[in-house]
């Protein structure tokens, strides 16, 4: 009986152990597995560590290169974006020299064909070339509007005496560039010499040769503004013969609005420099031109603005005018008589020298001078007056003897 119970008591006694030995297997294992968890999850985390600056790396260059477009982009799209236009004092590299005169464009401007007022006839309708006017501000007359009123009176050609004493020279020869390119040359220029001394001249010539074709407006009777005029001097002084050699040298006319009382000091230079082209104007000179014609072959007259002088008192509407209004009054009124007067006065000098008179207006100065309606009524005094000259010279009093006296 004994024994059985024994036997109980030493299963109870192994079994404890057997259990220990599953339970320290199961922790065993359990504490291999975490071990194994625990370093997969930290070399997982090492890598996630390694690999996250990477990704940063890469960001942050997207995000640098993001930026380098969104800066460059307003470059790129400021350099094509179109030049605002330039003044004429920033154009004062832009030389003819090298700027190539583009091709002639079709007129913009309203060329509908302006009714005459007046029906005088014989009537010429032929070409004209403006030679003898004077530089506006070009802030109240842009050159625009120019073009077009030559445009509008079939006007070719121009001869622009340049002259500015509200700019440096530096903007003037800028502002004179920009007049000769615009309006494809069709503005031919003189550069009134009153405001440079005789190397001033020089130079301006050599830095931009081709830029003038004469001097002049040279005024020697009374302006009023000496800064305009050379009055009281005489041609024939030593500063001018020096300024007519240097336009000899450069085959350059020269433009001269004597006073009364200089005739025999225009005669001495038209001796001494027989190969220069004296181009004359103004009624200070007018009765004694004809004969200065025919002893010297270089001397040249601009009727201009004298075409519309009045029968009282004796002197151009233009110069005694005081708006827009007044001359288209003046005009108006005294047409006839003014057309008749003008008549009488060049018809048979112009006949007598053919190939030495020019037309012109005169105008310069006023805004006003540029007006539609001055333009349009001295344009049909002018046809006129043309119409009523041999027909064998309207057409040289008209253009072609001041296209042959820039001929050099």
């Not at 708006?323 to 047409?335: A, L």
């Not at 007067?341 to 020019?358: C, L, M, Q, S, Y």
Request: with cysteine.
């Amino acid at each position: 009986m004994n024994q059985p119970i024994q036997k109980n008591q030493g299963e109870k006694g192994f079994l404890p152990i057997i259990l220990i030995v599953i339970i320290g297997v199961a922790v065993i294992a359990a504490g291999g597995g975490f071990w194994y968890y625990q370093q997969s999850a930290n070399q997982s985390a090492d890598q996630s560590e390694v690999s996250a600056p990477d990704e940063q790396s890469q960001q942050a260059g997207k995000e640098e290169q993001s930026e380098k477009t969104e800066v460059s982009k307003p470059a790129e799209k400021a350099a094509v974006q179109k030049e605002a236009p330039k003044t004429a004092a920033e154009q004062l590299s832009q030389t003819s020299s090298a700027t190539p005169t583009p091709a002639p464009k079709p007129s913009t401007c309203d060329l509908i064909p302006r009714p005459k007022k007046f029906n005088k006839t014989p009537y010429y309708t032929g070409q004209l070339f403006d030679a003898h006017f004077h530089v506006p501000n070009l802030s109240e007359v842009s050159l625009n509007k120019l073009l077009c009123i030559f445009d509008k009176e079939k006007v070719k050609g121009t001869i622009l005496f340049y002259w500015n004493s509200q700019l440096s020279l530096e903007k003037r020869l800028a502002e004179a560039e920009s007049i000769k390119n615009a309006s494809l040359q069709k503005i031919r220029m003189f550069l009134s010499p009153v405001q440079y001394n005789l190397k001033a001249l020089e130079d301006i010539e050599a830095a931009h040769k081709g830029l003038f074709t004469g001097y002049g407006e040279m005024a020697f009777y009374n302006r009023g503004d000496p800064s305009q005029s050379y009055y009281p001097k005489r041609p024939d002084e030593q500063q001018f013969l020096d300024i007519y050699a240097l336009a000899e040298k450069n085959n350059f006319v020269v433009m001269i609005h004597p006073d009364r009382g200089q005739e025999q000091a225009i005669e001495n230079i038209l001796k001494k420099y027989p190969n220069v082209k004296f181009y004359f104007h103004g009624d200070e000179i007018e009765n004694v031109i004809i004969g200065l014609m025919d002893r010297y072959p270089n001397v040249y007259y601009s009727i201009d603005a004298v075409l519309s002088r009045l029968p009282f008192p004796p002197a151009d509407a233009l110069h005694i005018s005081s708006s827009e209004n007044d001359y288209v009054t003046k005009i108006t009124q005294n047409f006839s008589a003014i057309l008749d007067g003008a008549v009488n006065e060049w018809k048979a000098k112009i006949e007598k020298h053919p190939d030495r008179f020019t037309w012109g207006t005169d105008r310069g100065g006023f805004a006003w001078h540029y007006g539609e309606e001055v333009s349009r009524l001295f344009e049909e005094l002018s046809r006129s007056f043309i119409g009523r000259l041999d027909p064998s010279v309207q057409e040289k009093y008209a253009y072609k003897n001041a296209e042959s006296l820039l001929q050099k």
